[in-house]
């Protein structure tokens, strides 16, 4: 079955750069998402990337995708105190309109 | 507009009551989701709606009871709930279109209601 697997504690210093990993296991997975939720709120898409893909930027996030080892990653530069929130990785079958969400990495940026 | 709106945003019952909760979209989505997420967790999901039909019921309990008015809107009506489903539930859309068989579009969340059950 499908299954999407993340750490569960990042802990960064205001300034360096985070980063997010995610594995699952379904080879078909089409689409794979970044969501961010903050405390008390909705989740938030961040941002997509294709399987077809290798790599996505946009502005201070990097998706990087390696279909090979079924690794998915999002680096943050510069990571600011804003940016402590929980970090769902989730993949889609093209087939579905329903992605598998990981458990969340809890992301925690120091002064 | 990119937003999903969810009222109430807070909501305390109590085990006999009976209460709804809300969620519209204008983007032009014709699928809804409903999902409930305990804290530290990921969200479950519970009920899909495609085209206002309901399409996925994840075998939740019929004291939650959805409804899909139309393409703008959702209800979750709740009904003799127990302590443990206090939770946020959470409301989604995506465009749900088909294109050569495949589903586009990611989802949309609301900010949420979060559900206390005395």
């Known amino acids: 079955g499908e299954d999407v697997e993340q750490s569960l504690f990042l802990s960064v210093r205001e300034g360096d750069s985070s980063v997010i990993n995610c594995t699952y296991t379904d080879s078909s997975s089409t689409y794979l998402y970044w969501y961010k939720q903050e405390p008390g709120a909705g989740l938030q898409l961040l941002t997509y990337i294709f399987s077809n893909m290798d790599m996505k930027q946009d502005q201070r996030l990097t998706v990087l995708l390696n279909k090979k080892d079924k690794h998915l990653s999002l680096r943050i530069a510069d990571t600011q105190t804003g940016d402590s929130a929980i970090y769902f990785c989730a993949e889609r079958t093209g087939g579905s309109y329903i992605p598998t969400f990981g458990r969340g990495t809890s992301l925690i940026v120091h002064p | 507009d990119t937003e999903v709106t969810q009222t109430p945003k807070h909501l305390v019952m109590g085990m006999t009551n009976k209460k709804s909760l809300k969620c519209e979209q204008h983007?032009?989505?014709?699928?809804m989701y409903w999902y409930k997420q305990k804290a530290k967790k990921p969200p479950e999901l519970m009920f899909v709606y495609s085209y206002e039909k309901l399409s996925i019921n994840e075998s939740v309990p019929s004291r939650f009871s959805p409804e899909c008015p139309n393409s703008s809107l959702l209800n979750l009506h709740l009904h003799a709930l127990q302590p443990e489903d206090s939770a946020l539930y959470l409301c989604?859309?995506?465009?749900?279109?088909?294109?050569?068989?495949?589903?586009?579009?990611?989802?949309?969340f609301g900010e949420g209601s979060r559900l206390t059950v005395l």
């Open positions: 989604a859309s995506s465009s749900g279109i088909f294109d050569r068989g495949q589903i586009t579009g990611e989802l949309f």
């Open positions: 983007m032009g989505h014709r699928a």
